[in-house]
């Protein structure tokens, strides 16, 4: 591994989408400061080469925007030494002291509010106004963490011997495996390591391959922070290298934790590779959120609602809406307002485009995946009222489609992608039953004005969070986190920082009753 410590140069790219209508063709220019266009690892502190590098592609264009590191098993190795030595320093630091660099952390990032989020969109697709959102939502996770550094309490518990106290510490678990998605590039790693941090843990980040800007980014805005060599480490890595990178991650016996966001299927290989050296895991795994409409519901709220929870990154969200049930008493005035409301406020494009509400699918594979249910919907009777066409080679317009039944691939599947399937239900408990036929719960939604059944379905959906007449439910206040298959623990809220604690039972015996 080359260390090299210079700093990188600034990028100006212009890009054309190809195959797409002449509306949609303009050109853009990634234009970032310099200092947060890293390309190399951070490794205890230094900026490092691997042998190798791997290109970073803007998805709207397929074009390269820049090429780097590619880390394998033997940097991974090295971060996590790295880690393992500062943690011995780390957590002895006084949450004041992690408190402090949290903040400082969190007030760099929303200075350099506008050139994360360019990063953001170029390297993830995502419409620029979206990934300002998104640099919020991430800097929000280390305010938020930087004040719960501060009330990680222990207890005194009182003892059933009088010759004896009970003391509870919280202690952290030590280094921590942080494997982060493509579609929050920013807000996925800052949710994990604000909170490992500020319990005390270091931290080794792989990014996304497809996402690794933003990630070096955020590490260059920790080192000016002034977090100590080897707290944060980050090692980008190729498709072709994440196996192997992976593996050391998940069962090096100096990692104590892992935590990942990303598909169940990819979970469970890391679940099953941590198992060996007994690791704790924190999983964010896969949705298949309903959004049920009952006939109480307010009508113009409910279809806000499924723009928000549908359309947010072009439906690339775990916890965007995948299932739509409507009664049939409102069914129909509900298809035309959503039609309505799809043709006046979407707009597909690149994503720096400022017009621009729906960006490209990660790449051409997720386009195929929402055509190919499309069309399985419409081989099995279902009608596209708006969209079901793919555009260029990532894009897929916004699909409205009606008359859906469960055999369909869409009420099966995650979509991950911009298609709005309706069926349409009789009962509650139709409805219900159809939304909780699913081996995932994360997210879910409901519209209804009938407080009865508000608490009823609340209750009775098999999900980690639920919206009552509300589409749009994540911040760092409130709790993160599936049931079944979608995933382990939970993220954000005061339970966040948990997971990155041990508790430990300590007796203090021999005192003198
Ligand atoms: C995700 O899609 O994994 C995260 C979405 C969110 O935090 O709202």
Redesign the pocket.
Known sequence: MRSVCLPPTRRLLRCLLPGAPAAMNRSFSLDVSAPLLRTQALVDGCWVSAAAAFPVLDPATGEEIARVTDCGPAEAKQAVEAAHRAFGSWKQTTAKERSQLLRKWFDLLTQHTEDLAKLITFESGKPLREARGEVSYGASFLEWFSEEARRVYGDIVPSPARDRKILLLKQPVGVASIIT?W??PN??ITRKVGAALAAGCTVVVKPAEDTPLSALALAELAQQAGFPAGVVNVVPCSRERTPSVGAVLCTDPLVDKISF?GSTATGKLLLKMAADTVKRASM?LGGHAPFIVFDSADLDKAVGGAMASKFRNSGQ???CSNRFLVQRGVYDRFMEKMGVAMEAELRLGHGADPDTTQGPLINARAAEKVATQVADAVSRGASVLRGGKRVGVSFMEPTLLAGVTTEMLCMKEETFGPLLPVLRFDTEEEALAIANASSVGLAGYFYSQDLSQVWRVAEALQVGLVGVNEGLL?TPEAA?GGVKQSGLGCEGSKYGIREYLEVKYMCLGGLRP
């Open positions: 998605p579609n929050f807000a996925m966001t964010e969200t775990c916890v994540s993160f």
